[in-house]
């Protein structure tokens, strides 16, 4: 039940060239940078990423894009990171842009063993229709777009069909843990962790606080250490702020 190991870069060994990782976080916030860090050292690569966003230049996922890393990313949001633009354009990567509810909805059928659902987001644009662009051929065509969705219609309205995730690994970010994996997240760093921890078959959990089994109160727990396969204690794990924004001294 000890699920606790000794270092981030043990905790991702097994994870090899080609996996498919669901990563925690919004924005810079509850992101898993121990865990990033360590998949950098590791030097695997062609990941395949589910994350609200890819990071920001030389941070977050930003770093494991900026190495060459990543394959192919899903998201929602891509408007901090300018590598991340280039290489888009330039066809060294494959995206596939969703609507970040459906996103958050695709990762929770994942984890909850729901193959797929039906949503009104996305009916009438390319999200259904297709055509979206999915891979650039560097000299400003495009090399491979989305395929068309099932739409149908229920009491009146149309709804468009989208796939669950299931992704090989889950990296997530708590603030307390224990070592069976039970799992605390400070306010809005409850953002996509939970449901990336329930989309990964093997959940990885950085957290930053390690306390013993029974110290939680069950009522506080978000994750459950059922869905937890391993535990990294990350004291003192650098935090970043995307934009700061302050007013003038003489204000």
């Given at each position: 039940m000890d699920k606790v190991v000794a270092s981030a870069v043990e905790a991702v060994a097994d994870i090899?060239?080609?996996?498919?990782?669901?990563?925690?976080?919004?924005?810079?916030?509850?992101?898993?940078?121990?865990?990033?860090?360590?998949?950098?050292?590791?030097?695997?690569?062609?990941?395949?990423?589910?994350?609200?966003?890819?990071?920001?230049?030389?941070?977050g996922l930003g770093m494991l894009l900026a190495a060459k890393r990543i394959r192919r990313t899903t998201g929602s949001y891509v408007g901090e990171n300018k590598e991340f633009e280039r290489q888009f354009l330039c066809g060294e990567l494959e995206v596939e842009l969703?609507?970040?509810?459906?996103?958050?909805?695709?990762?929770?059928?994942?984890?909850?063993?729901?193959?797929?659902?039906?949503?009104?987001?996305?009916?009438g644009t390319q999200v259904a229709d297709?055509?979206?662009p999915l891979r650039y051929d560097g000299a400003g065509?495009?090399?491979?777009?989305?395929?068309?969705?099932?739409v149908r219609e229920f009491d009146g309205r149309r709804y468009v069909l989208e796939r669950a995730i299931r992704?090989?690994?889950?990296?997530?970010?708590?603030?307390?843990?224990?070592?069976?994996?039970n799992l605390v997240y400070e306010k809005s760093a409850q953002n996509f962790n939970p449901l990336c921890a329930a989309a990964?078959?093997?959940?990885?959990?950085?957290?930053?606080?390690?306390?013993?089994?029974g110290e939680l109160d069950p009522a506080r727990v978000h994750t459950a250490g059922i869905l937890v396969q391993r535990v990294v204690h990350a004291p003192g794990v650098e935090k970043r702020i995307e934009r700061r924004t302050v007013s003038r001294a003489d204000a």
């Open positions: 090899v060239d080609g996996s498919s990782l669901a990563v925690g976080g919004f924005g810079l916030c509850g992101i898993p940078t121990a865990l990033i860090e360590a998949l950098l050292e590791t030097g695997v690569s062609d990941l395949e990423t589910v994350s609200n966003n890819c990071g920001v230049d030389q941070w969703t609507p970040q509810g459906t996103l958050a909805e695709r990762l929770r059928a994942g984890g909850a063993g729901i193959p797929a659902f039906y949503t009104p987001a996305g009916v297709g055509g979206l065509g495009v090399a491979l777009a989305s395929e068309p969705k099932e992704t090989d690994f889950a990296l997530v970010h708590a603030r307390v843990g224990d070592r069976h994996g990964g078959r093997i959940t990885i959990a950085e957290v930053e606080q390690l306390v013993e089994p």
